[in-house]
């Protein structure tokens, strides 16, 4: 059983950035697995992901984010990242890494099987 657990969010300003992580517990491993970083903001649908493939070598993200957040993966230390620059109010949700072995790099939440416990981000001045 696969757990994920993200670390790494807080309260930043307005034009500021953060980079979570999302890392695999216990003695399992995510290098076989495609990551996929979803977020919700209350009262709002799921949205996302930024994702990566297991190699490393592709990587997709939602419209909302393309040129500001980077998605990367560093399989020796069984963690995946997720840079967040020029952050914006709208940013502001519970972010989810998930992991999958269907697909590449999917874009589907139904797709992921296991999800982590989230990290708050918040946008305030």
């Known amino acids: 059983q696969l757990q994920l657990v993200e670390s790494g969010g807080g309260l930043v300003q307005p034009g500021g950035s953060l980079r979570l992580s999302c890392a695999a517990s216990?003695?399992?491993?995510?290098?076989?697995?495609?990551i996929g970083w979803f977020r919700q903001a209350p009262g709002k649908e799921r949205e996302g992901p930024s994702c990566?493939?297991?190699?490393?070598?592709?990587?997709n993200y939602v419209d909302s984010v393309k040129g500001r957040f980077t998605i990367s993966r560093d399989n020796a230390r069984n963690t995946v990242y997720l840079q967040m620059n020029s952050l914006k109010p709208e940013d502001t949700a519970i972010y989810y890494c998930?992991?999958?072995?269907?697909?590449?790099?999917?874009?589907?939440?139904?797709?992921?099987?296991?999800w982590g416990q989230g990290t708050q981000v918040t946008v305030s001045s």
């Open positions: 216990g003695f399992t491993t995510l290098q076989d697995y495609a």
């Open positions: 990566i493939s297991s190699r490393g070598d592709i990587t």
């Open positions: 998930a992991a999958t072995k269907k697909g590449l790099c999917p874009f589907s939440p139904s797709l992921y099987d296991y």
